[in-house]
T-cell receptor, first 114, second 114 residues
């Protein structure tokens, strides 16, 4: 069965520091992978997605993610975190069973210290 | 371009009651998906509607039902509410029903069942 694991429930970084959020997936075929961000009181905003091709994908707000098939991972990175990046981040895999279903991880809550 | 909107923003119901949540999809989108996000968890797929028909369903009982209208807006109905139905309900629209279509999420409706 498809599943997504985000090992870190909560991460705290200092403003200006680099960030890496981990995501591991279980899927029988080439996955469609997504990272979404959720700020308090708001819906999910797409940061970036991977379908095929170059394994390093660029997203909005300076985020990037790298697909590593051998490790079944799709980690999200940002070289320098801003206070406004504090939010909850969700990794998701797209289900290819004929309808558009996303399977989400449990999320990683990011706190940013000034 | 108008994004995905949901109403109401908050709702309080008692056990056994019925509730209807509404979603207006983004312009040009013909597919709507509904997700339930319990506190501290990632969203879970409830079902998807494509051109007014249910196109896929997650692991939710039949008391969760939906509708999609000709203008592609949608409703989520939950009968016989249980305490565990307390959650944030998210609606997402997309241009099509395949996993390659990006889902755009609304801000959600927060339901509290007492």
């Amino acid at each position: 069965a498809q599943s997504v694991t985000q090992p870190d429930i909560h991460i705290t970084v200092s403003e200006g520091a680099s960030l890496e959020l981990r995501c591991n997936y279980s899927y029988g075929a080439t996955p469609y992978l997504f990272w979404y961000v959720q700020s308090p009181g708001q819906g999910l905003q797409l940061l970036l997605k991977y379908f095929s091709g170059d394994t390093l994908v660029q997203g909005i707000k300076g985020f990037e993610a790298e697909f590593k098939r051998s490790q079944s991972s799709f980690n999200l990175r940002k070289p320098s975190v801003h206070w406004s990046d504090a939010a909850e981040y969700f990794c998701a895999v797209g289900f290819s069973g004929g309808y558009n279903k996303l399977i989400f991880g449990a999320g990683t809550r990011l706190a940013v210290h000034p | 371009e108008t994004g995905v909107t949901q109403s109401p923003t908050h709702l309080i119901k008692t056990r056994g009651q019925q509730v209807t949540l509404r979603c207006s999809s983004q312009s040009g989108h013909n597919t709507v998906s509904w997700y339930q996000q319990a506190l501290g968890q990632g969203p879970q797929f409830i079902f998807q509607y494509y051109r007014e028909e249910e196109n896929g369903r997650g692991n939710f009982p039949p008391r969760f039902s939906g509708l999609q209208f000709p203008n592609y807006s949608s409703e989520l109905n939950v009968n016989a509410l249980e305490l565990d139905d307390s959650a944030l309900y998210l609606c997402a629209s997309s241009r099509g029903r395949t996993s390659q279509e990006t889902q755009y999420f609304g801000p959600g409706t927060r339901l509290l069942v007492l």
